[in-house]
């Protein structure tokens, strides 16, 4: 008689066990993964879409610091007459989705993939600093509202158009705050969030812009 083999009850529950405890540990990680690499793309498309926005306005309407009666809401109505927006709550005082920084309210808008943009006027004190753009990938009812993570900056600028927001790469590790828009739009990821204040990766990777060649990713 020929002998058939198989496992038994208790190693196949053994097995799934394992198989459920792997999955518990690694699911997380690539979800979050996943996720920032969402957030990368719609960082990144945003930002050419504010480029184009603000090219074409100055294009139209002349240089920034020229525009009529320049403000926080005029700058706004300026870049979103090129842009394809849900919502604007510029025009409404009364409304509750004002943006507050400094003292000031400044006026929101919302993109077609939810992004929320705050618009923020400062007057061309140079020609690198006229105002500041301040997203929020999740919208401004939603999400964790943390700079480096769903926040991010933009300057605008009399004569290189909208630029990301951060100088050197160790800031951004040190400060996963506000300085981390030039990464993201640079490198295409989020890595410095896995990084300790050094830079240090959790595989020991050390991530540097100035090394040869570059290290800008922790895998």
């Not at 058939?4 to 097995?15: D, S």
């Not at 600093?129 to 999400?143: A, S």
């Not at 590790?173 to 300790?196: P, Q, R």
Request: with cysteine; proline share 4%; hydrophobic share 35%.
């Amino acid at each position: 008689m020929k002998r058939l083999l198989a496992f038994t009850l208790a190693e196949t529950l053994i097995v799934m066990g394992v198989i459920g405890v792997v999955a518990a540990l690694t699911l997380p990680n690539l979800n979050q993964s996943t996720n920032n690499k969402e957030k990368v793309t719609k960082l990144q498309k945003l930002y050419s879409n504010l480029n184009d926005a603000y090219g074409r306005a100055t294009a139209v309407y002349g240089p920034i610091d020229e525009w009529q009666s320049a403000s926080n809401e005029k700058l706004a109505e300026r870049l979103l007459e090129f842009m394809k927006y849900t919502k604007y709550c510029g025009s409404d005082e009364n409304s509750s989705c004002w943006f507050e920084k400094n003292s000031l309210k400044l006026p929101i808008a919302s993109v077609a993939d939810g992004t929320s943009i705050v618009f923020y006027y400062k007057g061309c004190s140079t020609e690198n600093d006229c105002g500041e753009l301040i997203v929020d990938l999740d919208g401004p009812r939603k999400g964790s509202h943390t700079y480096g993570k769903t926040i991010f900056r933009f300057y605008i600028t009399k004569q290189n158009g909208v630029i990301p927001f951060g100088d050197t790469a160790s800031n951004c590790f040190s400060d996963h705050a506000s300085k981390c828009t030039k990464w993201v739009i640079e490198n295409g990821n989020m890595d410095y969030l896995k990084a300790n204040s050094s830079g240090r990766c959790p595989n020991g990777t050390t991530l540097s812009e100035s090394a040869n060649p570059p290290v800008v990713s922790c895998n």
